[in-house]
């Protein structure tokens, strides 16, 4: 094979350009925002990495190659210098001289990650990683390896504007709780090798004012568009974008104390006459969820507390319907002790074709449901009707801070685009679900009575209950 010592590539990379080929990282996220040159800076990346290695695979996904073809093959022919390779198109695959290649991949669902259970990726690229399913992710890093004689280290690179079924998951992974540009470390242990290692992660954000490319009518094409859109392609903003399921939403540090205009709220102390309640969608492989809820004499919900069954996201715990409920019963007998509670459930945990169901293994334990309306369209309306805020800021539902996760996944959700009046059922809606459930048993009074008479509202007291809350 023909090893290539030095090309000139037609690419002058931006700071941020440079600093996305330069990182040491194990995992990348690029961009954010719309403009800053990810699409090129992935194809000319794997690239460097093929020129520079002799006989390596570049993998290069996206999830139709539809738009591999539209978009990414392109940017990567104009870049690969002449005489060191060609494109193959019936392969979708750059050969270089070398023996490396670049070959462009799709993988539109989760089915299709079987499509590569031999492949030996040695340099792993996603383009648009929000439109993937976490476990597309994760098992197209199970093929990442490659042999000692390559010289070359296996790496992940992506980039991804906001939005997307994958969004809940990949902000997580990334943005929060990490400061941008700064290296997050995680420890990775092998039981076989009786060894760990530490694994580095980064996110590197770039918007268009960072691509000196560009022109100024792209920036004003996109301050023209809705705030929303404009938050998440101009800005980068990971908690706001287009397509999201529930754009009401707003988490508001400065109303958690009176809840005007935030939905999340800090915890207080539940009024001994308001009714507790619990709603619950069973997961196995996939996250549970149960959440407890409180109902004031005004038809305010309260999320007061929640039980989200998962050891990743939208990676499921694998208990049994008897280990649930024995975790049910032990914290209610912590929260609620004195109270009676049931609530509805997914209608699916009554099918016993497959032997006893869930719901008679919950019961025969002394947790107790009835079915859910599942009505999906109708669920949905139903968090529109109590999300809206009054002229005063305020709501019909709210989320006590401590419920971490209903409070990642809910702002997620997106509007499936084959239907777009329900979620896209991609995402992590297991928190939805329940919720909905929930919702759908106490529909909302959209009539307000001709004279209402005030009640207490414990979101216009002084008193809070810190770190949780307290029964009276």
């Known amino acids: 094979m023909q090893k290539i010592e030095c090309v000139v590539i037609p690419y002058q990379p931006t700071a941020l350009q440079q600093r996305f080929h330069d990182t040491p990282a194990d995992e990348v996220l690029f961009g954010g925002a719309a403009g800053g040159g990810k699409t090129t800076a992935v194809v000319a990346d794997a690239i460097f990495k093929c020129l520079a290695h002799t006989g390596i695979h570049a993998y290069i996904f996206r999830r139709t190659y539809v738009e591999l073809e539209d978009v990414l093959i392109p940017a990567a022919r104009q870049l690969i210098p002449e005489g060191t390779g060609k494109y193959i198109a019936k392969d979708h695959c750059i050969v270089f001289n070398n023996g490396s ?31 993937f399913q976490k476990q597309i992710y994760d098992y197209l890093k199970t093929r990442l390896r490659a042999n000692t004689a390559l010289a070359v280290v296996p790496k992940v690179r992506c980039t991804s504007n906001p939005g997307g079924v994958g969004h809940a998951w990949v902000k997580k992974r990334f943005i929060d709780g990490i400061d941008a540009f700064s290296l997050r470390e995680e420890t990775v242990a092998s039981e076989t090798l009786g060894r760990q290692k530490t694994h580095t992660i980064q996110y590197i954000p770039a918007s268009v004012l960072d691509n000196p490319h560009i022109g100024e009518d792209y920036v004003f094409e996109l301050e023209k568009k809705p705030d929303i859109l404009r938050k998440a392609l101009l800005s980068g903003d990971w908690n706001t974008f287009s397509g999201q399921a529930f754009p009401e939403w707003a ?53 007061v507390h929640e039980w989200y069954g998962a050891s990743d996201a939208d990676v499921g715990l694998k208990l049994t319907a008897g280990e649930i409920a024995d975790g049910i019963l032990n914290r209610e007998k912590e929260l609620f002790p004195e109270r009676t509670i049931t609530g509805p459930a997914d209608p699916s945990i009554w099918d016993c074709s497959r032997g006893k169901s869930v719901a008679a293994q919950l019961d025969q334990a002394g947790v107790f449901f009835y079915p859910a309306d599942n009505a ?46 329900d979620v896209d059922t991609r995402c992590e809606d297991h928190a939805y679900d329940a919720a909905r459930y929930f919702l759908m048993s106490i529909p909302a009074k959209l009539r307000k009575p001709a004279h209402h008479t005030p009640v207490f509202n414990p979101l216009k007291t002084t008193h809070r209950a810190s770190g949780g809350f307290m029964n009276v």
């Open 101 to 131: 290649e670049i070959r462009f991949r799709q993988c539109f669902n989760a089915a299709d990650v079987y499509k590569y259970q031999g492949a030996e990726i040695n340099m792993l690229y996603i383009d648009e990683l929000t439109h």
């Open 251 to 303: 988490d508001s540090i400065s109303g958690y104390a009176d809840g005007v205009f935030s939905h999340v709220i800090s915890p207080f102390e539940i009024p001994a006459g308001w009714k507790v309640y619990r709603s619950f969608d069973f997961g196995y492989a996939k996250p549970f969820s149960v959440l407890w809820w409180a109902l004031d004499f005004d038809d305010t919900v309260y999320l």
């Open 376 to 421: 999906r369209f109708a669920g949905k309306m139903q968090f529109h009707y109590r999300l809206r805020f009054d002229h005063n800021g305020r709501a019909k539902c709210y989320v006590f801070s401590t419920c971490a996760a209903f409070i990642r996944t809910f702002p997620a959700l997106v509007l499936d685009k084959q239907n777009p009046e």
